[in-house]
């Protein structure tokens, strides 16, 4: 089992691997949060930038100094303490260190918090396998979860189970560049400390880092290297300490899958709640479909992870919070709004609005619900399976109240 | 026991008492709802109306026939099917029969909905007490309770005590023209059916109308008449029946508790709600008060009526709709943000805007407060604390965020 050399205090050593607009948010509250607990934390927070070139604007302070000639995203940032390109005008902490080498980022990291898009997670996780401390442990802040015909894969397992560690997840009802300008919200961080870090515990079956129960309550694959005595015991204490700020209120819970569904299913949600307003139904409409969307959420989390899934999730800002936004300012919502308003497809919205990006909505409903026609289930849902006869043009919005009839 | 002379099949007549722009709304669909199941109402449905002259607006169609003399507003609701003072332009199907005197509108009605202001009710029920059939059954559209040191009463529980019936309560996220408009919408309606109408079931200590657990759980004063034999059962079925219409789904619960609290809270709720926005906060941190505010009034339930509350009872329309309904167009999140936007108290705002007129969530936040601190549990109800701190002018609503840090 791997230990450090020396059994003095050590401190953990934080890396958020991702410096997009959320990914640099995080870094910057969580550097605040390294200064303010030394004892517990490395004070520099390491901070994985995709390099590129960027020409600082010319309404930047920094552009006098800097001029118009390309320069490295990561030194402009260590040099400036500000992401010009996706967070501009947020002074960051000096303690947030731009390191364009993903390998070297991730070196003797005791925490890594995932902050990048979804589709690079693969490729990232093979980067960095074997390069992470092996009692490393994980935070994502990607939300969704991965559904084929076949199973539910949680973004926070796939990585955990890649690398060989414990990956909880992070996620709420968070607009990054409100967070970025200190107004204040909540977030949700799931976190199932494993067995064989909770410290004067008898960790049940996996004290010494043997298989534990996974975010399914099944018997993980991976088996664990404990988090050496040396460190502050990371658990629900230290992730708190490490993410809230005045600005930002953290809540600690345990079901790593409800947070994790709860974050990918409200996508489907949103999509019906901009077909509703679209049609010129109002807000009690709207509310409406949100609780049949929630409560599908839950009966799904239910009906597939019955072992860890806790109804109190629900009512967590990962929870209802993060499914009134997205039903009210996302994405999602905004762009079937405005195709039911201009009679047109969701895919004809891609075309034209969005050059040709995808909608998450849309594959997530393809996705869920191919996973529940496989087990016949599909009609327990009705309210999902709408949004994709929608999606599909074999639903008609106006017939939304019709599922809603007494059985 | 009161039983019909004949034992032949008997059908439910349907009284509503009131008719104000939400009780002429409930009439209305409750009177399509009579045509549709002649086997079960009979058609015409009563309506109470506190008598008035009107005149008859020069825009309405029916001012031609009607000219411009004031007319007695029961002769116009009788005549022209719509009731011009409080729910102009909405045509009332011919069976409302509006009805000027209350113990007439109330005789022989096995059914009663109530729905009428919060302040007249007391004085209606002294009215028709003893002027009702013994086995009537009520169902209150009146939102809150009434709370006092010693005490939180349900007004459906003071409307069945008071009468010597049992009442169940209808709420959700309504607003009453939209419904009059059939703009669809979902509610809730909780009925703990009595034993003792209970067919075919051995009616748990109450089949023959003994005292019967009410909605505290507690054995109730009131010894109930049973609904004799011959009426169809009056349980959920037939209520649902009554109730639920295409644009306007019905979801039927027994937590009478729940459905009532969560209708009284929310109002704590917006005013919070409305603080946060004038604040200059957003939707991300309005959905982290709300959320607050549904687990402190879970909290409530389940800490004084742990016998009857279920939790899945605030998922419903009741529930979480009806609170972010509230907390995003009702009057109480309304004025409390333009209190803080203009700097002033609310009780300015009372003054210069609602003419003296209260705001309910102030009372409601007083009487919660005075029951709370009666038992010396206020603390444990941080959002409730800090709104009526906020309406006496000691506590700011910048601190709210610090309410919600980690014990």
């Given amino acids: 089992m791997a230990r450090p050399s020396d059994s003095a205090p050590r401190k953990h050593k934080v890396t958020v691997v991702g410096s997009g607009n959320w990914g640099t948010t995080v870094a910057k509250l969580v550097a605040e949060n390294t200064q303010e607990h030394p004892d517990i934390f490395e004070e520099d927070v390491q901070m994985w930038v995709y390099e590129e070139n960027v020409t600082i604007p010319s309404d930047s302070p920094h552009h006098a100094a800097a001029g118009d000639q390309p320069r490295k995203l990561t030194e402009v940032i260590n040099t400036y303490h500000e992401n010009v390109k996706y967070l501009p005008k947020i002074p960051l902490p000096p303690n947030v260190v731009a390191n364009p080498s993903l390998v070297d980022a991730v070196k003797d ?28 442990r994980g935070i994502s802040c990607i939300k969704g979860v991965t559904v084929t015909e076949d199973k539910v894969e949680l973004i926070c397992d796939y990585i955990g ?50 298989h534990y129960r996974d975010s399914r309550g099944q018997i993980s694959k991976t088996q664990l290297t404990p988090v050496p005595q040396e460190y502050p015991p990371l658990e629900h204490d230290v992730l708190y300490k490490l993410f809230n700020r005045p600005y930002f209120t953290v809540s600690m819970v345990s079901d790593v899958v409800g947070v994790s569904l709860a974050g990918a299913l409200k996508n489907i949600v949103a999509l019906a709640c901009g077909f509703i307003e679209g049609h010129g139904w109002n807000m009690t409409a709207k509310t409406a479909v949100m609780r049949r969307g929630m409560l599908e959420t839950i009966q799904f989390c239910q009906e597939f992870f019955p072992e860890t899934v806790k109804e109190m999730t ?3 800002s990962a929870g209802w919070s993060d499914m009134i936004v997205s039903c009210t300012s996302a994405r999602n919502w905004r762009y079937s709004k405005m195709a039911v308003e201009r009679g047109v497809s969701l895919q004809e919205i891609e075309r034209t609005e969005l050059n040709g990006q995808k909608l998450q909505g849309i594959s997530t409903t393809k996705e869920v619900m191919s996973f529940l026609k496989a087990r016949g ?10 949004v994709e006869g929608i999606v599909d043009g074999t639903f008609e919005v106006k017939d939304i109240p019709v599922l809603f009839r007494h059985q």
Avoid: M
């Fill in 109 to 136: 990291s005791s925490i890594l918090i995932f902050n990048l898009p979804h589709e690079f997670i693969g490729n990232v996780c093979k980067q960095i396998k074997g390069h992470i401390l092996p009692y490393a």
């Fill in 377 to 386: 289930v599909q009609d327990k849902y009705p309210l999902f399976k709408a």
């Fill in 314 to 316: 629900f009512w967590e």
């Fill in 161 to 210: 189970e890649t690398l060989g560690i414990y990956c909880g997840a992070l996620s709420g009802a968070n607009i990054a560049n409100e967070i970025a300008n200190e107004l204040w919200c909540e977030t949700t961080i799931a976190y199932n400390t494993p067995p064989c870090d909770q410290r004067g515990k008898d960790g049940e079956n996996g004290a010494n880092g043997d």
